[in-house]
């Protein structure tokens, strides 16, 4: 009798299907401005016309699993430990924007900040814990209401997905769905209720992220279930903040819920659901993370070359020149910007994000997208 695969064999079985589901398939071109329904916004590899009339991944699914994720929340600074081996530790407090630190077992100090995700009266940060059991959070005066949550997406038992069975793509570019890197969709409500009720708005412009985590993510999946717990519940965002995510092997991750309908981030009238990636100005832009730290090193050549085609992509489908400025309007509350279609987090607010590297990169990713 064989045995039963060990947690590693899992893990190993999880990211070898996530990678081959995840692989990118150059699209054909799309007229510009053409609507985005169902019929057209999903496509085959091949160049020719779609006819499909629905979005892919309609041929039916199949069941995986996947680890569910495992949190214990903390309230306050000082110590605290954790029954199991910690991925990442999320903070949120109330007050000055910096100042929290936090030290995990056997470590040093280091100061939290807020990295990619922001919030309004205070700061908020991910930390990766490296399977740490233990840390501690300090705070100066001036910060209080500290909640911190550790994170394991890895070692949790096995929960069952219904994963379709067919590679879902954006018009020939291939990413995961939700379920296929394990998003629990209960972690959308809040006391019975969806905590962020989706709202549709039409697209302005497409704002360039980076996640602020490390580099080289042996389980990148595993890392888009952490942020999905610190955005949703840490945040209390009741989502992840970002439209699409993709790491270092170029490998599409959807990220904020958009609806029953097979079709990421936008409605079938076209329209983009409203995410959580830029305080003040999320409105009609589109948000698209690159899983990593990109302050200091380039996003790989696969990275890079899945955010092109993901922009020329979108870009074509809604007749958008990708190295035009516009002044962004926010449907919301009126609020105006004047700033480039394709453009980085901190066009829009103090942050170093998508990192000093990537920001520099933008102008030829413009180029690249508007290239025909």
């Known amino acids: 009798m064989s045995e039963s695969p060990t947690p590693a064999q899992q893990s190993h079985r999880r990211k070898r299907s996530l990678s081959r589901r995840g692989m990118i398939a150059a699209g054909g071109a799309v ?23 629905s979005a892919s991944g309609d041929s039916g699914t199949t069941p995986e699993k996947f680890p569910a994720t495992r949190t214990e ?4 600074t000082g110590e605290a430990t954790t029954a199991f081996a910690a991925s990442y530790v999320g903070v949120r407090w109330s007050g000055a924007k910096d100042g929290a630190a936090i030290r995990l077992a056997n470590g040093d100090w280091q100061s939290l900040t807020s990295g990619c995700a922001t919030v309004e009266g205070g700061g ?26 550790a994170i394991d997406t890895s070692d949790g038992p096995d929960r069952t997905f219904r ?32 905590n962020s009720p989706e709202t549709y708005y039409p697209l302005q412009v497409i704002t360039v992220h980076h996640t602020a985590t490390p580099n080289a ?8 279930r952490a942020m999905y717990e610190f955005h949703a519940i840490t945040n209390d965002w009741g989502d992840i903040g970002y439209h699409f995510l993709i790491d270092e092997a170029g490998n599409v991750y959807e990220g904020r819920y958009s609806g029953d309908d097979g079709i990421p981030a936008f409605n079938p009238a076209g329209d983009l659901v409203t995410a959580f990636h830029s305080v003040g100005y999320n409105s009609g832009a589109l948000g698209i993370a690159l899983i990593g730290n990109l302050d200091q090193q380039a996003p790989t050549d696969a990275a890079k070359a899945s955010l092109i085609r993901l922009i020329k992509v979108i870009s074509r489908f809604k007749g958008l020149d990708p190295e035009a400025r516009v002044t962004y309007v926010n449907p919301v509350n009126g609020t105006k910007k004047d700033t480039n279609v394709v453009g980085g987090h901190r066009d829009y607010f103090d942050t170093e994000c998508p990192g000093q590297v990537m920001y520099d990169l933008l102008a030829e990713v413009r180029a690249a997208a508007a290239r025909r």
């Open 163 to 194: 994963v379709p069975s067919e590679p879902t793509r954006v018009r020939g570019v291939r990413y995961l769905s939700r379920p296929a890197w394990g998003a629990d969709e209960s972690k959308r409500y809040k006391d019975g209720k969806v």
């Open 124 to 149: 908020t940060a991910l930390v990766a814990a490296g399977d740490a059991k233990a840390y501690e959070v300090k705070a100066p005066s001036g910060i209080d209401g500290v909640r911190s949550l």
């Open 31 to 53: 007229a510009a401005g053409a609507a985005l329904t169902p019929m057209v916004f999903a496509a085959t590899d091949s160049d020719g016309p779609d006819n499909s009339a």
């Open 217 to 224: 993510d042996p389980d990148p999946a595993a890392t888009v």
């Open 73 to 76: 929340a903390a309230t306050g």
